[in-house]
């Protein structure tokens, strides 16, 4: 494999917030990475605005699918052109902290894991901090993923493709990176997560698949009970289990933070 890291991005209409996202991987403290850009046939100057990337930057690769399929289709297509011995995940309006893969990559060398992840801020669309800090189980199994309703931040996702392999993303238009953390539990038991702030996610865009909570019901059950394949008991009990932390936040380690980490300075 040819770079420590191949970064995952799939976009679509996200010219106004994708150079950001391109820039907090090029001030990385770990300079050995490809980032692998597949565009889901976006409307907007998203291609106009990565051009100059690509024409500077040789270990920054752009594809365009040849008609809309959603995020899962974007993401299992970036990974099959993934060359690195780790993939990881930031979709292209979310940030990295500048040591986000030096400090995570050796917590994996110190853990032995081959999957993990660490904790996230939440910004608005407009980049203002929200003063919120999402942690991740020091340990999350298979299950745990099911009944906390995925507490990985994709933004913070990082697998490793040489010990693992490579995965098709599930193709549900939401809560796909919930269904590939489901299928990469299923090779290595636990993805360990860490308690410190590496990336910074954007709440709020209307247009994201994710935004509308409600909706997503009916892709979970669709996760659940059709590619899982887990019985109509079963599935109605994750679902039960979705809806209880989704509306009381229990089991999840959500924290406010005064302090905002600036992901343009490094230490």
């Known amino acids: 494999m040819s770079s420590l890291v191949s970064v995952i991005m799939p976009t679509y209409n996200c ?16 300079d050995d990475w490809e980032i692998r850009i597949v565009d889901d046939c976006s409307t907007d100057d998203t291609a106009e605005v990565v051009r100059p990337y690509l024409e500077r930057y040789p270990n920054i690769h752009f594809a365009r699918l040849p008609r809309n399929g959603g995020p899962a289709a974007a993401r299992t297509e970036a990974i099959r052109q993934a060359e690195g011995k780790f993939c990881a995940f930031l979709d292209s309006d979310d940030l990295w902290m500048p040591d986000k893969l030096e400090k995570q990559l050796a917590f994996m060398k110190k853990t032995g894991a081959a999957f993990s992840c660490a904790a996230y801020r939440q910004m608005d669309t407009d980049g203002n901090d929200l003063a919120t800090v999402v942690v991740p189980p020091e340990k999350t199994d298979y299950g745990k993923c099911i009944r906390l309703s995925n ?29 590939l953390w489901l299928q990469i539990l299923k090779k290595t038991t636990y993805c360990y997560g860490m308690d410190e702030v590496l990336g910074v996610y954007r709440v709020g865009r209307s247009e994201s698949v994710s935004h509308n909570k409600l909706a997503q019901a009916t892709y979970h059950w669709q996760l659940y009970h059709q590619i899982e394949g887990h019985s ?24 406010r933070a005064e302090k905002p980490t600036d992901p343009t300075e490094k230490d």
């Not at 010219?15 to 770990?30: F, H």
């Open 15 to 30: 010219g106004k917030y994708i150079a950001d996202s391109l820039d907090s991987v090029l001030r990385q403290t770990v």
């Open 151 to 179: 507490p990985i931040g994709n933004l913070t996702a990082v697998y490793d493709q040489e010990a693992l392999g490579k995965f098709a993303v599930p193709p549900i238009r939401k809560r796909n990176d919930f269904a």
């Open 232 to 255: 109509l008991l079963r599935s109605a009990f994750e679902m039960g289990c979705w809806a209880f932390v989704k509306g009381t936040g229990i089991g999840l380690d959500i924290r």
